[in-house]
């Protein structure tokens, strides 16, 4: 259980599962504990290999308790493979130090799938919420937004979509520190009349219910990018289309663009020269820059670091799991729970008296 | 009905529901009379106006007739608004034209929702298909590939989308000349497991169909743009969300594209010298150089063109139109139809003898 916001908080880091290796996740570890003074860590997996790592990084060795796991789940597991040797594995572990009250919040960059059906089994969803849902920070043209579910769910009824969105908008206040973000449903259309009943029925309860946020009504993926929304909601099968989509698209155009400035030497010799100006957009698009997506609705917090992400993307996964342990967003949730609960109760089961 | 591939091919042009105007269609249709100059014109709109635009162009004037439409199908009206004027409006008489077999396809630039809706009523779908779906061509990394359904059916069974793909490959090897297309469907994952039960359904019949095409199985929406796939297959909601967010996405990194070159004296000077070699980013990405979205399911050949298109865009449109008439797009489903018939007959109905 979480829910201990006024001690310092604790991370147990899943040290083995990324593709980037143990050495880049300890280095992470050490610039997220300079970032954050008070943060102290559990680091899971081989204990020789993160000793020796470790030995590198004195300010994290002088925060940071090496627990050997002596197995790891492969990016290729499937989710019930790695279910199996919960207690054997760093991922599995570093979960149950979260299940029992040893660390604040989890973190791993392995395998999504194994990591969503272990933190299920293992953390349960909160009461009140019938599904978790993977969430993550996405870039914009005015600066970032949240999206959820990102596919932690294939399909999805109206109170998914309602959860989802007050779980999303507890996200955004608490990391993109905004009081009353905007919250849109992802339609094909923004007319009322658009989209599945379960889209309807959600728009509905989410337009009467009392919450901290402004409920926009429906949205088109075009304005997933445009900044125009903080928080868009989704079933998990659309959202991870959109999600991918928007990575193809942003990789089509960078590449594009790489190939029009190799085309020519004018090509050339204006990239050389505009080349710091286009560090901007670089850093703006860059995934470690938005790394670390979250599980929300468990009894505990847990953080999908990308697979390939390098120490700084790392860092930044480890500072949102920083941030939703101080901020408490469980909390948050199950207090605006409450405001969506009579809402939903009314609006999508008139006859349940 | 259309079927006369050896006869020069006749466009029903609705010459004024596009937001670029009447100018605009009048010029297209005289680019597109200069490119395919066995091509004539029925143009559908205001007598006097087009009168007045046609007295510029002598060549498409030799080809033209002018059909006088008293009333105008808005962007703003209801499918069911429109379908009602049906035979008043340049729109719905231009679909007409088609059905009537003065036209071989129907072109506009005028609300999607109308023409799908007037198209549908007035065509019916062809034997064979349950329902109509909405391709066009996208850009990718490599050159071009199709993507369907893009918003005409909000649902989707596997026996739809086994017949979009069979759609979607014809139209491939019409328009972007491959014999043997790489089709693929639409999913959260790559492994024959994941995803909704329609897809793994539509998955084993195109898997054992016997058809001019390869199938690739499930690809993630990152293939979208990456161009290792001709054809990508989808239900309509999720291919209208993929579209929007890949449209969203592009805009958002040609404007941040855009802030990075004016943001100092280095990145202006930048883009001032590689302004040339940038102008193939921008000629790749232009909506109007991939015009022409397409009702495919028809009896009839029906293109949408982009409301804003400008009349080289719009002309483009009408080339797909051109094209499809002269390949003979629906003689080419039909055949291939038969060739899924027995697959989704047997896998999908196993009990139907």
Same mark, same amino acid.
């Given at each position: 259980?979480?829910?201990?916001?006024?001690?310092?908080?604790?991370? %147990?880091?899943?040290?083995?599962?990324?593709?980037?290796?143990?050495?880049?996740?300890?280095?992470?570890?050490?610039?997220? %504990?300079?970032?954050?003074?008070?943060?102290?860590?559990?680091?899971?997996?081989?204990?020789?290999? !993160?000793?020796?790592?470790? @030995?590198?990084?004195?300010?994290? /060795?002088?925060?940071?308790?090496?627990?050997?796991?002596?197995?790891?789940?492969?990016?290729?597991?499937?989710? @019930?493979?790695?279910?199996?040797?919960?207690?054997?594995?760093?991922?599995?572990?570093?979960?149950?130090?979260?299940?029992?009250?040893?660390?604040?919040?989890?973190?791993? /960059?392995?395998?999504? *799938?194994?990591?969503?059906?272990? @933190?299920?089994?293992?953390?349960?969803?909160?009461? $009140?919420?019938?599904?978790?849902?993977?969430?993550?920070?996405?870039?914009?043209?005015?600066?970032? @937004?949240?999206?959820?579910?990102?596919?932690?769910?294939?399909?999805?009824?109206?109170?998914? +979509?309602?959860?989802?969105?007050?779980?999303? /908008?507890?996200?955004?206040?608490?990391?993109? $520190?905004?009081?009353?973000?905007?919250?849109?449903?992802?339609? !094909?259309?923004?007319?009322?009349?658009?989209?599945? *009943?379960?889209?309807?029925?959600?728009?509905?309860?989410?337009?009467?219910?009392?919450?901290?946020?402004?409920?926009?009504?429906?949205?088109? *993926?075009?304005?997933?990018?445009?900044?125009?929304?903080?928080?868009?909601?989704?079933?998990?099968?659309?959202?991870?289309?959109?999600?991918?989509?928007?990575? $193809?698209?942003?990789?089509?155009?960078?590449?594009?663009?790489?190939?029009?400035?190799?085309?020519?030497?004018?090509?050339?010799?204006?990239?050389?020269?505009?080349?710091? /100006?286009?560090?901007?957009?670089?850093?703006?698009?860059?995934?470690?820059?938005?790394?670390?997506?979250?599980?929300?609705?468990?009894?505990?917090?847990?953080?999908?670091?990308?697979?390939?992400?390098?120490?700084?993307?790392?860092?930044?996964? !480890? *500072?949102?799991?920083?941030? +939703?342990?101080?901020?408490?967003?469980?909390?948050?949730?199950?207090?605006? +729970?409450?405001?969506?609960?009579?809402?939903?109760?009314?609006?999508?089961?008139?006859?349940?008296?």
């Amino acid at each position: 259980m979480t829910g201990t916001p006024n001690r310092d908080p604790v991370i %147990a880091l899943d040290v083995m599962s990324g593709e980037a290796g143990a050495a880049e996740a300890v280095a992470a570890a050490d610039i997220a %504990a300079e970032r954050y003074p008070r943060l102290s860590f559990l680091l899971f997996g081989h204990q020789p290999v !993160i000793a020796a790592e470790l @030995s590198r990084w004195p300010r994290l /060795a002088a925060r940071a308790e090496v627990i050997h796991s002596e197995d790891v789940v492969a990016m290729s597991d499937k989710p @019930s493979q790695a279910l199996r040797r919960a207690r054997t594995t760093s991922m599995g572990m570093a979960i149950d130090a979260v299940k029992q009250g040893k660390a604040n919040a989890a973190v791993s /960059a392995g395998n999504t *799938g194994a990591l969503m059906a272990m @933190s299920l089994f293992s953390l349960r969803t909160m009461p $009140g919420i019938d599904r978790p849902a993977l969430a993550a920070v996405l870039p914009t043209l005015k600066s970032e @937004s949240v999206m959820l579910d990102l596919g932690a769910n294939t399909e999805c009824d109206a109170t998914n +979509l309602v959860q989802f969105a007050v779980m999303g /908008a507890a996200f955004a206040r608490t990391v993109l $520190g905004l009081e009353r973000p905007k919250v849109a449903l992802l339609n !094909i259309g923004e007319e009322e009349l658009k989209g599945t *009943g379960e889209l309807r029925a959600a728009a509905t309860v989410l337009k009467g219910a009392r919450l901290p946020m402004q409920f926009l009504g429906f949205v088109e *993926g075009d304005k997933i990018g445009s900044g125009d929304v903080d928080v868009v909601v989704t079933d998990g099968f659309s959202g991870n289309i959109a999600l991918k989509t928007a990575e $193809g698209t942003s990789r089509l155009v960078t590449g594009l663009l790489g190939n029009a400035f190799r085309s020519s030497i004018w090509g050339k010799l204006g990239y050389f020269i505009a080349r710091g /100006a286009l560090e901007s957009l670089r850093a703006h698009l860059d995934p470690n820059a938005h790394n670390g997506a979250v599980f929300l609705g468990l009894n505990g917090i847990v953080v999908k670091s990308h697979g390939s992400a390098n120490a700084r993307g790392l860092a930044n996964a !480890i *500072g949102v799991a920083h941030d +939703l342990v101080t901020d408490d967003v469980n909390r948050r949730i199950r207090d605006d +729970l409450a405001g969506v609960n009579m809402a939903l109760a009314t609006t999508l089961e008139p006859d349940a008296a």
